[in-house]
Nanobody, 124 residues
């Protein structure tokens, strides 16, 4: 089992930045693909970003590419999502995800473990 706990959400004005963190426990962090998804009210949960086990490969949804950056710190078993140039349409609950599969599968929407989510609200 893998436990994931997100933090760092909040309210920010359009154009601002936030950094989400996700602390993982329960299994060796290094064997997990890690990523982020989001779900806005009335919408399905959608893929945002993924990072491979080694940390050398990343994937992004087209809607966030160039604005968001995913990274991982092995010493702290933590994955981050740096979000810049935020837009009102980025408003959603952001979920951390982990998977035994590779990052290409997570980019297609597959994950094995989920956090409870953290709210991000971007005001116009």
């Amino acid at each position: 089992q893998v436990q994931l706990v997100e933090s760092g959400g909040g309210l920010v004005q359009a154009g601002g930045s936030l950094r989400l963190s996700c602390a993982a426990s329960g299994r060796a962090f290094s064997v997990q693909t890690m990523g982020w998804f989001r779900q806005a009210p009335g919408n399905k949960r959608e893929f945002v970003a993924a990072i491979s086990r080694s940390g050398d490969t990343t994937f992004y949804a087209e809607s966030v590419a160039g604005r968001f950056t995913i990274s991982r710190e092995y010493a702290k078993n933590t994955v981050f999502l740096q979000m810049n140039s935020l837009k009102p349409r980025d408003t959603a609950v952001y979920y951390c995800a982990a998977s035994d599969l590779d990052a290409t599968r997570m980019a297609m929407g597959e994950a094995d473990y989920w956090g409870r989510g953290t709210q991000v609200t971007v005001s116009s």
